[in-house]
Every structure is written in structure tokens, then in C-alpha cells.
């Protein structure tokens, strides 16, 4: 089985890789009638001026907006540019074309989407916009709009994303390239409105934008004469961290929020808890934290990794390759003609039984030969293949709970790529609008270079002890802040990435955020914490897009924490432990315990799956009790077990001996998990 195995991989990575490297789209913004000659100035502001009514939303009372592409300056590159669709403070007719004046102090938000390769028009339909897009392709207004507080202007970025345009070579190469299109974006823009170059602005946005801005605000640092008044900026769900903090270390995390997701399985969690512990995600969080920066993980691969590389390099069409083997294994269990449902459900419990089977025969001390220290992954595989509501074929990476498979559709696409649409909003004719597409660094799909995008930047974690020392002479503050139902960018990442820098003179916080916050109904929403400039907040019940899951919770974050200064859960005096708004012992724990509802069905929400509570009390009872002592070896063997344990280079050798149970099988037919051979199936490889 092994060596068929490795045969068809090596199948696999020749078809994909005859695919060749495709050239990324050339894209130029339209000159629509009325453009002004010359360059940009307030001259543009009737232009770029948004008529109304929008075709097809006839009937919704909208505040002024204004949108368009701004180019970048990029020198060889005229055709790059940004699209922006900025949208007034409702009820403030006129803010955005007021004139320049050094005492105006409306604020202003620019919200940036991640990906990278998201469209800032994602966010305004169906998060934090004036207007969504549903299911059935119809709009409605949304009332927790963040323009109800401030003129706010959604941007696709970097360039070539969404709406903004570049031409086949003038894609970013780097981090830095981004941020210097986005400071002449920002001077252009403000030459066309004024007022923004000096009314306080507040730049927010969520997961990879953890990335594109710490590195817009370390370059607009360096401006001599900065284009913008940078008040605050706020970061959800971020990509701060290294690939390994950000999306393998929460794993335990993940499971102990939701251990519906291994279907409260003691041994399936003591397995990836000794996985976790071999990899050397187990570190030891204190406040403050002490023993300097942590060690630099690295991301042990296994055998499966050869193969994903591959295919994500090679087939740069595909959105997202894990997403496709989890379908492809759902319309194998579903359709296969020789397997009926019956049949299938009994051989899914036996295939359980021989996972459960074949890790417990494995030495302790051993890292999975297939998926290496890729634990996130096999967590996800675990629960496709084995847990039921996942078991049907999808896995919310964004909102746990949500076991929808296929997801319901909210779609903006029909309505931005429009011939009215696009000449309401000065849009582009040469591309059409997606919500995301794989994108291309250095204008090339290669994501052998840099992390698993393809971006060779060094993650932000690395320069935000300067950065931060920099904003705190500037009096600008920062807040990072996560869904608990978010396993993308699972909050205890960010919370790693924080106690492993140095901001106000100590590193990371001085004391655990455990200060309860609530919403406009006396509801408790979450968890805040503010220390020396540095604000975390955690959302109850909201998964990685926070304002599309928690509206309402989301306005009131916004104003009291990001526009406003609202003090609850500041460190008065870390020593005697006085913070305002008090702390609760239960919140802080590593995890904040994930509903007990998961919800089901196909393009809508079908079903419920509840947990019995002799389960969940079974539970609680083994996780106030388990010990890392009881799955890992001692710490003083400990460092030279984790850099002697490799990973085979062959399926052949990726058996690891059963011994220490009679009863195991050689793990070999089982280093592809079921889902890969789901795959293999439907592509008529295996039979």
C-alpha cells in the first residue's frame, strides 16, 4: 500500500507540475466620463462622487460616498492602483469634502481586508459596511455599520486585488513594496480630500492585514512629513506571528474551546497534546513574561507536505487546496456507488478504531511521519473524517461552530461587476471583482519562496518592539483583538505573539487578561486587557470575520475601545493587581470554553448537534485533571528527543514498529489519511 502510495504522489506532483507557473492578470483602471485632466486634486472629488440611487438598491436611504482607483506612483507601473469606496458618517452630509483645517477632529477609519488577496469589499458586504449583501443575492442596510461612527473607507489592497488594478509584472513583491504603494495611495488621496490629512485616523482590519500593517505604519514612520494623522490602529485576528504560532501552536487551544471536534475523545486529545509537546508548541505563558524571547519554532514536515507545496504551487487557480480535498472526500462518501451510507458509517467507526489503534502502538516520543508538526491540518482531517456534524464534508477554519457544508453563499460578485454598478463606482472594465484570488508575490505564483502565501517578508512579531517604541513616542496606540469561535487565527497565537515582545519597557503583559466586557444590553462579550499602549480583547461567540458573527458587539469595541478610551480592564498597578472593571479567576484560564451547540446542514443551517451533558461534565472533569506528564517524557530528556526525532524521507519507511501492542497494525496504510485517498478515488488514481 506504502509503495502504491508513493507512486501516485509522484503521479501527482508531475501532473501538477506540468500545469507551468500562470502569468498573473494585467488589469488597468477605466477613464470614465468626467474624469478631470491634470493631476489628482479636489478637482476629483465630483468624480469620484457615488451616484444614487445604486442600481438594484433603489429604496435604501445610503449616506454620500465616494469611489475609485487612486494609483501608487510605482514607477515603471502606471496601471497600479488602488480601489477605494469610502462612505460619509451617517447624518455628517459633507465630511469627507470638508477643506483642510487643523482643528477638525472627526475621526476617519480605513478598513483593509486579509488573504492576502481579499477584497476590501468583502468586508463592506458582508462585515462592517453600510450595505449586504444575503444569500438570495438581494442588499439590505445594516444598522452596526462602522460609518455610523466614523467616514469610513473600505480599500482592496494590495495592488491587483478586488478592484485595484496592475499590470502583470507590477504586483508587490514584498511587504515593503506594499507598504510604500500604500503611503503614495494615501498621499494621493489625501490630495483629492483634504481634510483627512489631519483629522485623526484610525486604520483597522483583520488577518493578513496583521501583516500589511505594522508595515504600512513602519513606513509611515518613516515619512518625514506623514500624509495622515495615525490616531490608533486595530488588528482582528492577525497574522502577527510566524506560520507555526499563528495557526499550529493553538491547536490544543482549539480542541480544549471545541473538543466537540475530536467528539471529546480523551485519547484522540492526548495524542495531539503529545504531538503538540514534541513539536515544542507548549510554552509557558507568564505575566510578565520571563526567560527573554521565546526559541523559534520549526515547522517539522512530514510526508504529506511534499505533495500540498506542490499542488499549491503548481495549480495557482485553486483557492484553496485543503478546502478542495475536504470536498472531494464529501462527494466521495456521498456518491460512490459501491459504498451505501450504512456501510459507510460502520467503516468510518472501524477506520476510528485503527486511527485510535495505530497511535496508540506508536513509540511516545515520535512525531507523525505524514503529517510531521502539521497538527492543524490533521485535526481538521480528523474531524472530516471522523466527527459528525464535520463528517459531512466541511470544516469552518473561520467559525467552529459552523458545520454548514456547503456554506450559504453571500455573494457581492453579481451586483460590483455590473456594467451600472461598476460606472456608479468608476470600477475597472479590464478584470472582473472577486472576493479573494491567490496572490502573486513578485508577480509569480511560487509559494516555495517566503511562508505558505509565497511572501518572503519577515513576519511583524520581528520589528514590533521598535515599531511600538516608535508609536509610543507618537502617542499612538495599538489593539489586537480575536473571535473565540476563530480557528484561522486562533486567539492564543496572538496572545504568544504579544508575551513575546517588548512594549512600555516590559515584555508581553503583566498580568493575564481576565477583565470581563459587555455590550450595549449588559451582556457579557468577552475578555479585555490594556497595558502600556497595547489593548486585547476577546470576542464571545465570534469566529474570524468578528463583525460579521457579533454586529453589534463589534459597534460597541469600536466605540468604546478604538474611538473612544473607555478604561475597563486597564492595569492600574500590576504588583497589587488593581485593574479597572476588576478581574474574574474563570476567564483566566489558557481557553474560554466554545458553545455546546455545533450547527449543520447544505447551504443552510438544516440541524443542531448538542452535546449530552454527561459528556461535557465527563469532560471537564478529564481536563481539569490531565497532566502533560502524562503523554511526554521528562524535560530532561526532552531536547535531545525532539532533535532526534526525524521524519522519514519515503513512504516505504514511514511505518513506525507497533510494538507495545500486540493488537496494532503497521501504520502504513493509514500515513495517507481517508480524505487523501478520497481524493486519489475521485480522480480515478486508486480503484
Not at 207 to 229: E, M
Not at 382 to 388: G, I, Q
Not at 416 to 428: G, Q
Not at 540 to 560: D, N, S
Request: hydrophobic residues 40%; negative net charge.
Amino acid at each position: 500500500m506504502a509503495a502504491m502510495l508513493a507512486t501516485v504522489i509522484l503521479l501527482l506532483l508531475v501532473i501538477l507540475s506540468a500545469n507551468g507557473q500562470l502569468t498573473p492578470p494585467n488589469s488597468f483602471p477605466h477613464v470614465w466620463p468626467g474624469q478631470p485632466k491634470g493631476p489628482l486634486s479636489v478637482a476629483w472629488q465630483q468624480y469620484y462622487e457615488v451616484p444614487y440611487p445604486l442600481p438594484n438598491l433603489t429604496g435604501l436611504a445610503l449616506p454620500r460616498s465616494f469611489a475609485g482607483n487612486i494609483p501608487v506612483n510605482r514607477t515603471g507601473h502606471p496601471n497600479d492602483t488602488l480601489f477605494f469606496w469610502g462612505f460619509e458618517r451617517q447624518g455628517a452630509n459633507g465630511s469627507l469634502t470638508a477643506p483642510a483645517h487643523a482643528n477638525n477632529s472627526q475621526p476617519w477609519i480605513i478598513w483593509l481586508q486579509g488573504g492576502p488577496g481579499s477584497s476590501g469589499m468583502l468586508g463592506l458586504s458582508t462585515e462592517n459596511g453600510p450595505i449586504h449583501v444575503l444569500t438570495n443575492g438581494s442588499w439590505v442596510l445594516n444598522p452596526y455599520s462602522w460609518n455610523t461612527l466614523a467616514d469610513t473607507i473600505w480599500i482592496d489592497q494590495p495592488v491587483g486585488t478586488g478592484f485595484s488594478t496592475s499590470d502583470s509584472k507590477g504586483y508587490i513583491a514584498d511587504e515593503d513594496q506594499m507598504g510604500e504603494d500604500f503611503i503614495a495611495f494615501l498621499k494621493n488621496l489625501v490630495s483629492v480630500f483634504p481634510s483627512l490629512a489631519t483629522r485623526p485616523l484610525y486604520i483597522t482590519g483583520e488577518s493578513y492585514a496583521g501583516t500589511y500593517i505594522p508595515y504600512i505604519v513602519k513606513h509611515l514612520f518613516a515619512q518625514s512629513k506623514p500624509p495622515v494623522n495615525l490616531k490608533k490602529i486595530a488588528i482582528g485576528d492577525g497574522s502577527l506571528g510566524s506560520f507555526a504560532t499563528i495557526r499550529h501552536l493553538p491547536v490544543l487551544n482549539i480542541l480544549e474551546t471545541y473538543p466537540a471536534i475530536i467528539g471529546y475523545d480523551q485519547d484522540v486529545f492526548n495524542y495531539f497534546r503529545e504531538q503538540h509537546h514534541l513539536c515544542g508548541f507548549d510554552l509557558n505563558l507568564t505575566y510578565p513574561q520571563t526567560g527573554g524571547n521565546f526559541p523559534t519554532l520549526n515547522l517539522t514536515q512530514g510526508l504529506r507536505a511534499q505533495f500540498l507545496v506542490a499542488a499549491e504551487t503548481s495549480v495557482a487557480a485553486v483557492s484553496s487546496w485543503r478546502e478542495a480535498i475536504a470536498s472531494a472526500y464529501s462527494v466521495c462518501a456521498g456518491t460512490k456507488s459501491a459504498m451505501k451510507r450504512a456501510d459507510y458509517h460502520e467503516r468510518r467507526d472501524l477506520e476510528r478504531l485503527q486511527w485510535k489503534r495505530d497511535i496508540s502502538g506508536r513509540p511516545n516520543g515520535t512525531i507523525d511521519p505524514w503529517y510531521g508538526c502539521d497538527i492543524f491540518d490533521e485535526m481538521r482531517d480528523y474531524a472530516v473524517n471522523f466527527t459528525f456534524p464535520w463528517s459531512n464534508g466541511g470544516f469552518d477554519v473561520y467559525d467552529v461552530p459552523d458545520a454548514t457544508h456547503p456554506e450559504p453563499s453571500m455573494d457581492a460578485g453579481p451586483f460590483l461587476n455590473s456594467l451600472d454598478v461598476r460606472a456608479a463606482l468608476h470600477a475597472p472594465t479590464s478584470k472582473n471583482w472577486s472576493s479573494s484570488f491567490n496572490y502573486p508575490f513578485g508577480s509569480v505564483y511560487n509559494k516555495s519562496i517566503g511562508n505558505e502565501h509565497g511572501d518572503p517578508s519577515v513576519e511583524p512579531v520581528a520589528f514590533l518592539t521598535p515599531l511600538f517604541a516608535n508609536a509610543s513616542e507618537r502617542n499612538i496606540s495599538f489593539i489586537f483583538y480575536s473571535g473565540n469561535d476563530d480557528a484561522q487565527v486562533q486567539h492564543r497565537g496572538t496572545e504568544v505573539v504579544i508575551q513575546n515582545f517588548t512594549f512600555g519597557g516590559v515584555q508581553g503583559f503583566s498580568r493575564k487578561p481576565a477583565t470581563p466586557w459587555f455590550d450595549d444590553d449588559g451582556n457579557a462579550a468577552g475578555i479585555v486587557h490594556q497595558e502600556r499602549g497595547l489593548t486585547y480583547v476577546l470576542f464571545t461567540g465570534a469566529g474570524h470575520l468578528v463583525p460579521q458573527w457579533k454586529p453589534a458587539q463589534a459597534l460597541v469595541f469600536l466605540r468604546e475601545f478604538v474611538l473612544g478610551s473607555n478604561q475597563n480592564g486597564t492595569v492600574v498597578n500590576s504588583s497589587t493587581g488593581e485593574v479597572v472593571g476588576g478581574e474574574n479567576k474563570t476567564l483566566a484560564e489558557d481557553f474560554m470554553p466554545g458553545g455546546n451547540e455545533i450547527f449543520y446542514g447544505s447551504a443552510k443551517t438544516e440541524g443542531t448537534s448538542t452535546i449530552p451533558s454527561a459528556t461535557i461534565a465527563a469532560w471537564e472533569s478529564f481536563i481539569a485533571t490531565a497532566t502533560l506528564d502524562a503523554v511526554t517524557l521528562s524535560s530532561a530528556s526532552m531536547s535531545s528527543i525532539v532533535s532526534n526525532s526525524t521524519v522519514p524521507t519515503s513512504p516505504s519507511s514511514a511505518a513506525p514498529s507497533s510494538t507495545g501492542n500486540p493488537n496494532s497494525s503497521a501504520r502504513s496504510a493509514m500515513d495517507v489519511p481517508i480524505i487523501f485517498i478520497a481524493v486519489l478515488l475521485g480522480m480515478g488514481l486508486l480503484v
